[in-house]
């Protein structure tokens, strides 16, 4: 059974105090990991696509890398308006025709001035 | 204007009760799934739908059923709601020529 787990359950960061966000995955054979946003009483925004290992996406202060078996969103000198739930999903390869997504719990991250 | 809309934004109903959600879209995208969301559980989906004519469950469709009236239109019932399908629900697009699924803004659904 696919599985994806993130970590931490939630971060308060420092503005300008970089940090990581993990998402580990499990799945038969990968499609695609994606990182979505998601702000208070919002559906998730989507971020990025990561499709194999060694892939990385950057967007503003946001750098999302891909491994084997998981994904990390780095937040470089954020600011508070980076405050927001981040959400990971896998894609299995055996669902492409439907795009089945497995969700993570989710990363609460708190930025403060 | 927003491309994935849903209404209501927000509900509060009584078990035992039948409700709709409804979700609609502008962006043209052929595919659209229902899910749900609780705390510390992530996002679930419920139901997912090809075109007009293809309906498929997904991994917790029980207690819900829905209706596709048109490429743009996914409508979320429960037939009769109880309390443990107080959640947030999101509707999602998707076209069949890319990956991603964009979400719509959600409804608030509490059942007493």
């Known amino acids: 059974e696919d599985q994806v787990t993130q970590s931490p359950e939630a971060l308060r960061l420092q503005e300008g105090e970089s940090s990581s966000l993990n998402c580990s995955y499990t799945v038969s054979g990968l499609r695609g990991l994606f990182w979505y946003r998601q702000d208070p009483g919002k559906g998730p925004e989507f971020l990025f696509t990561?499709?194999?290992a060694g892939e990385e996406k950057e967007k503003e202060r946001l750098k999302a890398t891909l491994t084997k078996k998981e994904s990390f969103l780095h937040i470089t000198a954020p600011k508070p308006e980076d405050s927001a739930t981040y959400l990971c999903a896998v894609q299995a390869r055996t669902t492409d025709s439907w795009g089945k997504l497995q969700f993570g719990a989710g990363t609460q991250v708190v930025v403060t001035p | 204007d927003a491309d994935v809309t849903q209404t209501p934004r927000n509900r509060i109903t009584k078990t035992g009760k039948r409700i709709m959600l409804e979700c609609s879209q502008t962006k043209g995208h052929d595919r659209m799934y229902w899910y749900r969301q609780d705390p510390g559980l992530g996002l679930r989906l419920i139901y997912y739908?090809?075109?007009?004519?293809?309906?498929n469950k997904g991994e917790i469709s029980d207690g819900y059923s829905v209706s596709r009236q048109a490429q743009a239109k996914f409508s979320l019932s429960l037939e009769s709601a109880i309390p443990n399908q107080t959640a947030l629900y999101f509707c999602?697009?998707?076209?069949?020529?890319?990956?991603?699924?964009?979400f719509g803004p959600g409804t608030r659904l509490t059942v007493l």
């Open positions: 739908s090809f075109d007009v004519k293809d309906i």
């Open positions: 990561l499709y194999s």
């Open positions: 999602a697009t998707r076209s069949s020529g890319t990956d991603t699924q964009y």
